[in-house]
């Protein structure tokens, strides 16, 4: 039952936006699985569900498995070319300018991407920093963003 409803879930959440936790206990509820908000809670941990931002400010739920690599990373792909303004280096930090509010959208669309080079990253409202390993590793990603972008 838990995986079918499980399923479901993914189903859902692939095929229209879903914000909150009580919207998504709704629609299972109306596809036939009686369920609460913490059985939902629990799902999406396990699904390792997150949210990212759309171009409306709206906050969705996707889907991502271990390494981000589901239908979901096309989307993620989507999301950094129409948010990335600008990428930029100094030494080993990646500077990515976005559109307001894109930040955090732009931060998780790298994780997702495959840069093993990339230590970490921070997001704030317009602007997301990587740092990489070395500068000739941020350099070599540099271009490659400037390609997903072109």
């Known amino acids: 039952m838990k995986e079918h409803r ?3 879930i993914l189903e859902i959440i692939r095929c229209r936006p879903v914000e909150t ?9 109306r596809e036939g699985f009686c369920v609460t ?9 396990e699904l390792k569900l997150t ?23 096309g989307r993620y792909h989507r999301v950094f070319r ?3 303004l600008s990428v930029d280096m100094a030494q080993n930090i ?6 307001s509010g ?9 994780d997702t991407m495959d840069c093993p080079e990339v230590v970490g990253s921070i997001a704030g409202d317009d602007t997301v ?8 590793e941020a350099a070599a990603l540099v271009d490659r963003f400037r390609k997903l972008l072109a």
């Open 6 to 8: 499980q399923a479901k």
């Open 21 to 29: 936790q009580e919207e998504l206990c709704e629609q299972l509820n």
């Open 37 to 45: 908000q913490a059985t939902v809670s629990r799902d999406i941990r």
């Open 51 to 73: 949210k990212i931002s759309q171009g409306d400010g709206k906050k969705v739920y996707v889907a991502l498995n271990d390494r981000g690599e589901d239908e979901g990373s």
């Open 82 to 84: 129409d948010s990335v």
């Open 94 to 99: 990646l500077v990515l300018r976005t559109v």
């Open 102 to 110: 894109m930040a955090m959208a732009v931060a998780l669309a790298v």
């Open 129 to 136: 920093m990587c740092a990489v390993r070395s500068a000739e």
